[in-house]
């Protein structure tokens, strides 16, 4: 079993900053593609950024070079950094891990850009 729990959402003005961390327990996490995913009122959910284990990064055009996710092994947390935020990045942002056949989700938080 793998719990994750996000932190880090909030109200931001656009052009702000924001820093979501997703901490997971369990044992699987080394071997887990990491994802962030968001979903905004009355859209789909939508894949945000993605992390595997060999390091190398995807995103959503949407968020391409604003957005950086990074992952820690030794602690088990995959981070997503969001610069020049713009009111269309808010939405309820989920962390998920996939391994295997089982894909496992946060809660969320919620990111609010408004002025």
């Known amino acids: 079993q793998v719990q994750l729990v996000e932190s880090g959402g909030g109200l931001v003005q656009p052009g702000g900053s924001l820093r979501l961390s997703c901490a997971a327990s369990?044992?699987?996490?080394?071997?887990?593609?990491m994802n962030w995913y968001r979903q905004a009122p009355g859209k789909q959910r939508e894949l945000v950024a993605a992390i595997p284990p060999s390091g190398n990064t995807k995103y959503a055009d949407s968020v391409k070079g604003r957005f950086t996710i990074s992952r820690d092994n030794t602690k088990s947390t995959v981070v997503l950094q969001m610069n020049s935020l713009k009111p269309e990045d808010t939405a309820v942002y989920f962390c998920?891990?996939?391994?295997?056949?089982?894909?496992?989700w946060g809660r969320g938080t919620q990111v609010t850009v408004s002025s």
């Open positions: 369990g044992t699987i996490f080394s071997a887990a593609v």
């Open positions: 998920n891990a996939k391994y295997a056949i089982y894909s496992y």
